[in-house]
């Protein structure tokens, strides 16, 4: 399925749409403030296990990261948040950023794994905030890769789409996506370290 959803006016009929595909296990790729992202219920373990099949992750060592709508749904899942560390994701989100917390114990329940942490994501794009309210519960995201030699992420709709749509239940396009990725921030211990360069550039 193609969905057309404008950023600027969203259309929530489509938007319960995809909703309702992803409450029965479906596959999604969806726009974000920097590139195109692969999702599902983090709640549905088959859909989890056929994103890590189709980007060729092992689950059980995968870093899988979460989009949320706002900061409380972030603590859901993750350790009591120090204030500092609460003050930062307040200054940086909704942004292009993926912060690696310390999870709590339910976490390592919905992906099979033993990994302490979580990514999570409250990007600065009303398509996929209004995917996570609408569902009630975050979507599992994956940044969708090209294999191409020179661009490493998908940005036209038209390839994406050609290349993708025997392979997910649905596509919303809302056009052009960038082609850097969001800038990763490792939280433990009190510390923040960039372990990757993105769009974003953190506020301390």
Known sequence: ??????????????????????????????????????????NNQKAVKRICQLRKLDPKTANLSFICNNIGQITNYTKSLSNQLFKVLKKNLPGPFTFILPSNNDVPKLFKNKKRTVGVRIPDHPVPLAIVETLGRPILTTSLRSEDDILEYFSDPAIIYEAFKDQVDAFIDSGYGGNMASTVVLCTDGELEVIREGTGELKN
């Not at 969203?10 to 992202?37: A, C, F, M, R, S």
């Open 1 to 42: 399925m193609h969905l057309r959803i404008n950023e600027s006016n969203i259309e929530w009929d489509k938007i319960h749409q995809v909703v309702k595909i992803l409450e029965n296990g479906g596959i999604i790729i969806y726009p974000t403030d920097t590139v195109y992202g692969l999702g599902c219920d983090i």
